[in-house]
Nanobody, 118 residues
């Protein structure tokens, strides 16, 4: 069973930047897509961004367009989330996920905490 390991979270001041990483434990793992979701305290988990593994095409939630960039390194089986201009409302646990079929995200990482101070 492939595992996804997320890292890169931390405490950042508003306006700062972070890069989150998520590595798949097996280099032979070839998902159809990978994505980032987040869950803020007291809120439901929400979609942030996704990327098609082979084509590299991306899709973002409206709330993060222009500030978040998802990318992947096929050789390292790693997906990244670059976040700029962080806002306090970006505070959440960020989860990476992988889909084998279409955008059915069946594989999940353990989450990495992002806290943005005002």
């Amino acid at each position: 069973q492939v595992q996804l390991v997320a890292s890169g979270g931390g405490l950042v001041q508003a306006g700062g930047s972070l890069r989150l990483s998520c590595a798949a434990s097996e280099l032979t793992f070839r998902p159809n897509a990978m994505a980032w979701f987040r869950q803020a305290p007291g809120k439901e988990r929400e979609f942030v961004a996704r990327i098609r593994w082979s084509l590299g095409t991306t899709y973002y939630a409206d709330s993060v367009k222009g500030r978040f960039t998802i990318s992947r390194d096929n050789a390292k089986n790693t997906v990244y989330l670059q976040i700029h201009s962080l806002k306090p409302e970006d505070t959440a646990v960020y989860y990476c996920a992988a889909a084998i079929r279409a955008f059915e995200f069946d594989y999940w990482g353990q989450g990495t905490q992002v806290t943005v101070s005002s």
